[in-house]
């Protein structure tokens, strides 16, 4: 029986070799080309698909092959946002910075208020997540889906943005979205009043803002009592430069999401009271997509683009020997389809404690990820378990002192 096999397939071998001539290959993809040239004509006459449908299915086969990647993208956060969003209810609170403006924090009405806990220096400490979201947004769907998840047990969350998203611009046009000014604020006073340890989490372009407000934390020349210090801080689908993603998005002739981004940055000076100030100086309409982001920026910072993009939109600025300090973990998604996964420099990587590189997640659809949920949670979890061990240390002195003051009596 093996014999007979063994002879069949030396037969087939040979005849194999005779069809896969040149010639040979070449009349098959001619049979198959009008094999499916019959097969279109039948189609169109049988159902009588005016030239204008053709087109457009055409047009659709062409996108879907040629950005596939971009496509599987948006399904992955187009099925988060259409069905496994829940947006949560959050308890908000404006607060007056130094310079006058106003910044907003929000936490989940379903937890406890983030002053209810113990303050002093001996007292227990509590870790807290500072969520910086992207998009420019009061919240984000990633942030509500880890959330939902559980990522975050043990630790409270609240959700911080600056001066003109949720809230109207008094003394200057809308700031950077990835001032770190504002938010370092914050944590300074809530790190003096009440005893939190602090991380970092960041989507999208609010990756940027906390990578740069752990440089510049790091980094700052200011005496100990007003510095700031963070647990750790996580980047979730960081871009590297913004330019060039932004720029990447052109590529894509009947999806131009560069176009939607620019409204969407008309649309915050609008509603921030920003508009107002800039307008008389900027020259580009947002239908012209990077070119008016470009100028508003300009105008907005005053100072020329290579200059904005050196100290805002380079995350690459921000990585770095002085960072090391604190552990930071970067998670990419192949089929990101607003950052392209060519874009992103693995030299940088040496500075962070972990980076994780996940085939599906789209831009926010982390749920999309198992790898992703897990990595966050296991993150998060870490951290408490060792806060806990810290706080029995610190509760165990506690009782020493206090035995020892009884003894003194």
């Not at 049988?46 to 062409?62: C, G, I, N, P, T």
């Not at 630790?155 to 990835?178: A, D, E, Y």
């Amino acid at each position: 029986m093996l014999l007979k096999l063994l002879v069949f397939l030396i037969h087939l071998s040979k005849r194999v070799r005779k069809w896969c001539t040149i010639k040979n290959v070449a009349s098959w993809l001619l049979w198959i080309k009008r094999f499916i040239f019959m097969g279109v004509k039948r189609l169109l006459s049988r159902h009588k698909l005016s030239s204008l449908k053709v087109m457009a299915y055409l047009a659709a086969l062409y996108q879907m092959m040629t950005h596939y990647t971009w496509w599987s993208g948006v399904y992955d956060s187009a099925l988060l946002l259409l069905f496994h969003f829940r947006p949560m209810r959050y308890a908000s609170e404006t607060i007056m910075s130094s310079d006058g403006e106003r910044y907003a924090v929000y936490t989940p009405k379903t937890q406890s208020s983030l002053y209810l806990h113990n303050s002093g220096v001996n007292k227990k400490k509590q870790h807290m997540w500072v969520c910086l979201p992207g998009g420019m947004q009061t919240t984000d769907p990633a942030m509500t889906a880890l959330h939902s998840y559980g990522a975050f047990k043990g630790s409270k969350v609240c959700i911080f943005t600056n001066p003109g998203i949720g809230t109207k611009m008094n003394r200057q046009p809308l700031i950077s979205p990835t001032e770190p000014k504002y938010v370092m604020e914050f944590i300074r006073q809530i790190q003096a009043e009440y005893n939190y340890d602090v991380s970092l989490i960041g989507f999208s372009i609010g990756t940027v803002q906390a990578l740069r407000t752990l440089h510049t934390a790091n980094n700052a020349e200011e005496d100990a009592t007003n510095r700031i210090s963070l647990k750790s801080v996580v980047l979730v689908h960081a871009p590297d430069i913004v330019r060039e993603t932004i720029i990447s998005n052109q590529r894509n002739w009947l999806m131009r999401p560069d176009v939607y981004f620019a409204f969407h940055v008309r649309w915050k000076h609008m509603m921030s009271g920003s508009w107002r100030m800039v307008k008389d100086y900027v020259s580009k309409s947002w239908i012209e997509g990077w070119p008016f982001i470009e100028e508003v920026t300009c105008v907005t910072l005053r100072e020329p683009w290579i200059n904005c993009e050196s100290k805002y939109f380079n995350l690459r600025n921000f990585c770095d020997n002085s960072i090391e300090s604190v552990p930071v973990m970067r998670i990419i998604a192949k089929n990101d389809f607003v950052i392209p996964v060519d874009s992103i420099d693995e030299k940088y990587f040496k500075h962070l404690k972990s980076v994780i590189i996940t085939e599906r997640g789209g831009h926010c659809a982390v749920n999309r990820s198992q790898q992703t949920m897990e990595a966050i949670t296991q993150w998060n979890t870490d951290i408490v378990s060792k806060q806990e061990q810290e706080n029995k240390k610190i509760g165990l002195a506690n009782y020493l002192d206090l035995g020892h003051g009884y003894m003194a009596c």
